[in-house]
Nanobody, 127 residues
Framework: QVQLVESGGGLVQAGGSLRLSCANS????????MAWFRRAPGKEREFVAA???????NYADSVKDRFTISRDNDKNTVYLQMNSLKPEDTAVYYC?????????????????????WGQGTQVTVSS
């Protein structure tokens, strides 16, 4: 079983930074891809970033060069460092695990590819 809990969200001014954490209290996910998604009010859930078991990464164009995904397998935790935040980054951010596949470097961007989800953490960026 995988249990994901996000933290680190909050209110920040435009141009500021936040670091989100996703802690897994279940079995190890070191062999699996992990991702961050977000859902803004009135919009569909969208891909933000993903990281493979060998630490390769993939980013949405809208966050490239501003956000950094990382993982610490010893702590069973995934992070999302968000810099130069914009009001349009305001959303609930979700962590997800792709447990149906192991040892893959092919990073998926569709929510349906991920099996476990956290409850989400709110990020609000004021202008």
């Amino acid at each position: 079983q995988v249990q994901l809990v996000e933290s680190g969200g909050g209110l920040v001014q435009a141009g500021g930074s936040l670091r989100l954490s996703c802690a897994n209290s279940g079995r190890t996910i070191s062999r699996n891809a992990m991702a961050w998604f977000r859902r803004a009010p009135g919009k569909e859930r969208e891909f933000v970033a993903a990281i493979s078991w060998v630490f390769s990464t993939n980013y949405a164009d809208s966050v490239k060069d501003r956000f950094t995904i990382s993982r610490d397998n010893d702590k069973n935790t995934v992070y999302l460092q968000m810099n130069s935040l914009k009001p349009e980054d305001t959303a609930v951010y979700y962590c997800a695990a792709q447990t149906s596949v192991q040892f893959t470097s092919l990073l998926k961007t569709e929510p349906r590819e991920y099996d476990y989800w956290g409850q989400g953490t709110q990020v609000t960026v004021s202008s």
